[in-house]
């Protein structure tokens, strides 16, 4: 079956990080990007940033430029995205999204996870 | 970034309509859109790419149209399974960007 598997909900507190993982089944993990997209409550979808799994290259949104992190492990299929120094802001459903290799443009997402809740409380 | 502004923000129809869907872009896209469908705790789902292509697996009643700065996404005849929050997002320029959404509910 063709999924994206997402670890569990997590609560920080302000300056804090978290490690959110996402494990793909179902296809070459190798023949897609793999890009982490959140969703604070009532709000819209931002682009965080992706990762290239065959060569872990990265590309971040500015505005996560120096919080966040992504790694990939080929040997398991998972993605990992790290962001530092929480601030209540954060708070939100983190998704990670496949998106094919583009021929042209950039990237849409035609398999999403289900999304890890992480709630920045002190 | 570019702006998507889709409307209506909402909408309430009867099983059997037909229901359309908007998306603006701030500037031009070419035919670099996506629509996805959203239902609560479950995954995000992609219904269309390259404005008009229907994703593997998706009933032939999602089609999509538009080019440039205007597009609409059309069911042609709503079912309660359609019951969910669609959202368009570009892929042109970078970054990626996302409309707002629509929320459809049935009568």
Not at chain 1, 79 to 85: C, P
Not at chain 1, 95 to 121: I, K, M, N, Q
Not at chain 2, 58 to 67: D, R, T, Y
Request: glycine share 10%; hydrophobic share 30%.
């Amino acid at each position: 079956q063709v999924q994206l598997v997402q670890s569990g909900a997590e609560v920080k507190k302000p300056g804090a990080s978290v490690k959110v993982s996402c494990q793909a089944s179902g296809y070459t993990f190798t023949s897609y990007y793999m890009h982490w997209v959140r969703q604070a409550p009532g709000q819209g979808f931002e682009w965080m940033g992706m990762i290239n799994p065959p060569s872990g290259s990265t590309m971040y949104a500015q505005r996560f430029q120096g919080r966040v992190t992504m790694t990939r492990d080929t040997s398991t299929s998972t993605v990992y995205m790290d962001l530092s120094t929480l601030r209540f802001e954060d708070t939100a459903l983190y998704y990670c999204a496949r998106a094919p290799v583009p021929a042209a443009g950039l990237w849409y997402f035609d398999l999403w996870g289900r999304g890890t809740l992480v709630t920045v409380s002190s | 970034d570019i702006q998507m502004t889709q409307s209506p923000s909402s909408l309430s129809a009867f099983v059997g309509d037909r229901v359309t869907i908007t998306c603006r872009a701030s500037q031009g896209i070419g035919s670099y859109l996506a629509w996805f469908q959203q239902k609560p705790g479950k995954a995000p789902k992609s219904l269309i790419y390259s404005a008009s292509n229907l994703q593997s697996g998706v009933p032939s009643k999602f089609s999509g149209s538009g080019s440039g700065t205007d597009f609409t996404l059309t069911i042609s005849s709503l079912q309660p399974e359609d019951s969910a929050t669609y959202y368009c997002q570009q892929y042109n320029n970078y970054p990626p960007t996302f409309g707002g959404g629509t929320k459809v509910e049935i009568k």
